[in-house]
């Protein structure tokens, strides 16, 4: 974000909390495919990931509140307001929310979301594999990408084009440190940042990846995005193969 940009967000925002693409930068048009925005009233709210031709995969608090009626799902977009041909608008007839999800902690934060129809498969339009494998998810250190249209700042302003991010995986047992999340982590979770790179409000629900597959889901944060005690949350996607299999052939 270039120093003019910058100092209007300062003039026009309070300071603000939540989840973003802070360090980011832009993504290729129309380069990730799978990337949806989960939208109520014509805003967006939350991310999304679609898995199959027919469902999205998300975070439940996103949903918490009972807002599960009026989403609409945008597939295919790079500018959220920009009138692209690309864009396929559908219609979100049914929410899963993990059933131990807890509101407290973020723990288990994974929902399903099933389309009114099938996509219409195009090339900005296409699912994402997502890991099976409890053995393959990234270890400390690793490198790993996430995307979204969540605040660039903690001053809430929110970008038109899709943004992404690379940081780095965390050693678990400091994200359970007192001084960090403490009790409230837990082993279903992932944490990744770096310095002044975090997600951020609006990020949540949008896709983790490793190595092209997607391994976690953007789920909470510390009231400031890019804190390096507080770093982003992801839910390890490996922890629910059962529970994504039942729901979809139910």
Known sequence: MNRLIFASVLLYAASQTGECITGG?????????YMASL???????????LISSQWIMSAAHCFQDGRTSGVKAVLGAHSLSGAEDTKQTFDVIAVYNHPDF???NYDNDIALLKLDKPITESSAVKSVKFQRDEAADPKESAVVETAGWGSLNNLGGRPDKLQELSITVMKQSLCGRGDHYGLKFTSNMLCAAERRKDTCDGDSGGPLLYKDVVVGITSNGGKK?????????????????NWIDNTITQ
């Open 25 to 33: 930068k832009e993504a290729g048009a129309h380069s990730r495919p």
């Open 39 to 49: 939208q109520w009233n014509g805003k967006h709210e939350c991310g999304g990931f």
């Open 102 to 104: 807890s509101i407290s």
């Open 225 to 241: 995005c890019g804190s390096s005690r507080k770093p982003g949350l992801y839910t390890i996607i490996s922890h629910y193969t």
